[in-house]
């Protein structure tokens, strides 16, 4: 019929598959939704490390201003403040997990600074790096204001500084190959150039 042969005609689907991959498709669409409940308990969590991080340090430094004069007052406000400094740095990095898969997997966010904008997950993983060893690094520094004497500060000292190191090593491996394809393309691009 129509003057075709049976060989020339279009293969058809099975009426059922068309409308199998298309809810397939709509419940993998929907997934996002879930990382969405990881962006809201991510964020909440960070709120909430911000919030008890101002009532401490409201509640430390009244405490400390009625005792000002007392022996080791100065020092326990720096404990305090670097403690609080840590909890800081883990609530950022809370709100940076949950900006970034809200950027990666839901849709792009307005009204952020320049350097939140998160492209891919390689990007997300630089940034919590970079805090991940600050915080690991203050950590060691609240470890040493109440040091008491001994060598036990040293084994803590050498484990931190093996992580430190593990973890800068691979961010520098990571950088190496997010940037390895784009010095590629240019050298491919330059080599297509026409000389003059």
Known sequence: MNGLEPAQLPPQ?????????????KVFGLTRFVVELGVLSALAFSVALFIAAIVQAYHTIVQAMSHLSGEGTAKHLMIAAVEQADMLLVGLALLIISLGMQALFVGELQNVPSWLHIRSFDDLKQKLIGIVITALAVNFFSVALEWKGGSDILIYGVALASIIFSVGFYSVILTRQSHAPADDETQISAADAPHT
């Open 13 to 25: 689907l099975p009426p059922h598959r068309g409308r199998t991959s298309w809810t397939l498709g």
